[in-house]
């Protein structure tokens, strides 16, 4: 019988190859698949085509791979933690799609549903819709390639833009518990962009804190069913870093 269970983060990922787009989950640092992410990072696999709300800070979650050079392209709708980031898009190194938050969820969540494009007002008469957000610059500051145009059309007398859905290569997430067949649960806010990056995946691999065996999860329970699931890698618990600590005086 074949198992989806897999003895390793570095095992789960080794087929990833360069040039693969991934979707990962997590939102800042909370609920991210460092594991899995640290198994990419040892592979050395490069031109990486990341779907994911962040890119982690410097030194944590995604940003590995952006200082490690292992990513070409990001789209996300929040960077604003990342060094890194800003300097490799300001340079020209890396090309950056920016998309409202609910808009990538969608994107993601439809993509895992089969819909291939939808009607949104989100971004309608911006450069969102219309074009011109700079992906990539040159090493100059020039923009060597910009957003084109969307399609708009009205819908009872109100205007939406079509955006397309995202289906990737892999998609990497975290929960806290996951049985054997794939079935996952997360814990609180951590589950945020975890589901949705895992139904876009064509292979979905997913780390989890604690493994069970199928039956023992109440299925009223399950957030994520394994239908959705192609790997699962036992962690045990991860390091959860806080990406800003804020305390009162």
């Known amino acids: ?17 360069d040039g693969s787009s991934l979707a990962v989950g997590g939102f800042g640092l909370c609920g991210i698949p460092t594991e899995l992410i640290g ?20 030194d944590y979650g995604l940003g590995i791979l952006l200082s490690a050079g292992q990513i070409r392209r990001v789209t996300a709708s929040y960077v604003g933690e990342n060094k890194e980031f800003a300097r490799q898009y300001l340079s020209g190194e890396l090309e950056v799609e920016l998309t409202p938050q609910g808009t990538l969820a969608e994107r993601l969540r439809a993509g895992g549903a089969g819909i291939p494009a939808f009607y949104t007002p989100a971004g309608v008469g911006t450069p ?19 957003s084109p145009p969307k ?75 394994g239908v959705f699931v192609q790997r699962v890698v036992h962690t045990g618990a991860v390091d959860k870093r806080i990406e800003k600590r804020t305390v009162s005086a």
């Open 39 to 58: 198994g990419i990072a040892e592979s050395g696999v490069s031109s990486l085509d990341v779907f994911s709300n962040n890119c982690g800070v410097d």
């Open 151 to 225: 399609e708009t059309r009205t819908f009872g007398g109100k205007t939406f833009v079509l955006e397309e859905s995202i289906v990737a290569d892999y998609a990497l997430v975290h929960a806290e518990i996951g049985d054997t067949e794939g079935n996952l649960v997360f814990n609180k806010t951590a589950m945020n962009f975890n589901p949705l990056a895992a139904m876009a995946g064509r292979v979905t691999i997913a780390q989890v804190e604690k493994l069970v065996e199928p039956g023992e999860l109440d299925p009223a329970q399950v957030h994520l069913p």
């Open 128 to 146: 969102v819709s219309e074009g011109g957000l700079p992906w990539r610059y040159n090493a100059d500051g020039s923009v060597a390639i910009a």
């Open 1 to 17: 019988m074949t198992t989806k269970v897999y003895r390793s983060a570095a095992e789960a990922v080794a087929d990833i190859v």
